[in-house]
């Protein structure tokens, strides 16, 4: 052990003698991409694998097992959860997000093997939940994690992250570009050289990877048939503003779901009532069940039936208003089925989730236009890929990300036009209503959000506990201005002098201005008590509430040059106007490339 420390160390000293910072960046890129690589194929196996398992069962049971399997995979989790982890699950690209803003980049180890138990048992059980977000999250955690032990800088760090991500998802869609956009987009990093082309080529190392794992296995074994046609924009222009809606709508149900489940105390309550819910749900809509990447396949070649699968409605599919009804209804109860999962313990992603939405209300809304009997006739697999499109633009407000995604996966960009209109409306609509989505909401909440706005995201990166003062010392209400002349202001160099009580809980400040007058009369040392000439300060700073944002619009409003931290009432301490801007300074220097 001590042996290999050694070695390790004569390695750090070759490498920063032999290879500059660049190269080595760039080099590392490739090994995470390669890591992210097999996550993603680790990830994906471990689920195809559980689900063909139970597969059989489902059959024989004749659906009767989609009531039992989602409490099954449910309490699986919780078990692992409660004994194993001893940490509830979060949102995996939330958690990343949170980490890049406030963690330096620095992601638990437990994050690396987390998804990779807690996913699979998920979604092979039923769970309508994403593979995609679990990937990222695995990926980025052995990208964070093998960073520190490199000893690469906290700014590195997080472009290293974003390899990860890039590397995960170029390998489940084999979609290299997309990749990269997604990773600029959701991560909010700068375009630059110094960035584009480490996130090249982790997103190639991801593809290669997936090439040969899989082969020429794709996740959508499509080829475009019919090109775009001019006639149908303003049928683009409708399907971009009804996934706005179906966005917005999917957006809202996440929450509303999530807050109705955290009445549910116990966790065993919520995976009883979840796991009823989606058995229930899935019974009745079969596609739920897991991921949904066969279902969007089945729509892209025109089987309908076979994408709804054996329903109790079977009776009745001849009738293509009720196929119509039966993929709307897929369309309403995604959003629910996944949210549940998620609400109930489970753990998934959200990606995967707005696609199969998409892809339903694109297909509906195409058979609508061939159906009304309006002259008008349109490509159903065209509109299923757009529909795709305009939901992950106006859910994960990625709208970039969904235009290169869907042209890489069909193997063209016969359809970009479309796309562009689609995915434009459905984020502008999106963006002006909400405007933050799943993975931002609380975090831009807590002030703990990344944006591509530079000022936002170096306050986002500055800690109130790195420019809080303590060299500032207390005085007491029945302290006598002798007193406080003795013991406090002849032994302190600051001009502020914080007043508390006895139980350290600030009660105003007195200030070297307001004794000035009076510090020399001795006749007054002993008749006047601080009490009498302390005031309350212009602002307070809470520790525990506000953010460096809160606090920059505190001292614009005050015209402070110090203002008092506490927490609960008990005073912290003080921050100064000029070390706050000396601190942002600096870590504006230190982000900008």
């Not at 695995?138 to 890039?166: E, V, Y």
């Not at 706005?244 to 919520?270: D, G």
Request: with cysteine.
């Amino acid at each position: 052990m001590r042996d290999s420390k050694v070695y390790f160390k004569k390695f750090l000293k070759w490498r920063y003698k032999n290879i500059n910072n660049k190269t080595f960046v760039q080099l590392v890129s490739i090994v995470v991409g390669l890591l992210a690589g097999l996550t993603a194929v680790t990830l994906k196996n471990i689920t195809y694998f559980i689900e063909a398992l139970l597969e059989e069962g489902i059959v024989f049971s004749e659906n009767q097992l989609y009531f039992i399997l989602p409490i099954v995979g449910l309490t699986l989790v919780y078990l692992y959860t409660k004994f194993v982890n001893k940490h509830p699950l979060g949102n995996a690209v939330s958690s990343i997000l949170f980490a890049l803003s406030k963690k330096n980049g620095l992601l638990s180890l437990k994050k690396i093997y987390n998804p990779l138990i807690a996913a699979p048992l998920t979604v092979g059980f039923g769970g309508s939940v994403g593979l995609l977000g679990p990937a990222v999250e695995s990926s980025s955690a052995l990208s964070s994690n093998l960073s520190k032990f490199l000893h690469i800088d906290a700014k590195t760090r997080t472009l290293l992250i974003a390899c990860a991500s890039a590397g995960a998802i170029a390998s489940i869609f084999q979609s290299p570009i997309a990749a990269i956009i997604f990773a600029v987009e959701v991560f909010s990093l700068d375009l630059t050289m110094l960035s584009v082309l480490p996130l090249l080529l982790a997103s190639i190392s991801g593809v290669l990877t997936s090439y040969f794992f899989l082969g020429n296995e794709v996740l959508f074994n499509y080829t475009l048939t019919e090109n775009f046609e001019l006639e149908d924009t303003f049928f683009y222009i409708l399907l971009g503003a009804g996934t706005a809606v179906a966005s917005i709508y999917f957006t809202k149900m996440f929450f509303w779901i999530h807050n109705l489940f955290k009445k549910l105390r116990s966790p065993k309550y919520k995976l009883l009532v979840g796991g009823l819910a989606i058995g229930i749900m899935l019974y009745f809509i079969p596609p739920l069940y897991g991921e949904g990447f066969g279902f969007i396949n089945n729509l892209l070649h025109g089987d309908d039936l076979k994408a709804l699968g054996k329903t109790p409605f079977d009776a009745y599919t001849s009738n293509i208003w009720v196929v119509i009804l039966l993929l709307f209804g897929i369309t309403i109860f995604k959003a629910i089925a996944m949210t549940t999962t998620m609400a109930a313990g489970g753990a998934g992603g959200i990606f995967i989730p707005t696609m199969v939405m998409g892809s339903a209300l694109g297909n509906v809304f195409a058979k609508l236009i061939n159906q009304l009997g309006l002259g008008f006739t349109v490509s159903e697999s065209n509109f299923t890929l757009i529909g795709m499109a305009g939901l992950i633009a106006g859910v994960i407000h990625a709208p970039l990300t969904a235009i290169f995604l869907i042209a890489e996966i069909t193997g063209g960009y016969q359809l970009f036009v479309p796309l562009m209109i689609t995915a434009s409306i459905s984020y502008l609509v999106t963006k002006n209503v909400m405007n933050h989505n799943i993975y931002t909401k609380e975090l831009a909440e807590k002030g703990a959000l990344l944006t591509h706005n530079k000022d936002q995201t170096v306050l986002t990166l500055m800690q109130l506990d790195e420019v809080i003062e303590k060299n500032f010392k207390t005085v007491y209400p029945e302290m006598t201005l002798g007193e406080m002349l003795h013991k406090s202001v002849a032994k302190s160099t600051r001009n502020i002098f914080p007043v508390v009580d006895k139980d350290s809980k600030m009660v105003g400040i007195v200030l070297l201005d307001d004794i000035r007058e009076i510090m020399f009369n001795n006749e007054l040392y002993h008749c006047t008590f601080v009490k009498d000439m302390m005031h309350a300060p212009p602002e307070y700073i809470f520790q525990d509430k506000d953010n460096m944002k809160v606090v920059m619009q505190k001292f614009q409003e005050s015209g402070a040059w110090n203002l008092p931290v506490v927490k609960d009432g008990t005073y912290i301490g003080f921050v100064s106007k000029s070390k706050l801007l000396t601190a942002y300074r600096r870590k504006l220097i230190k982000h900008t490339p």
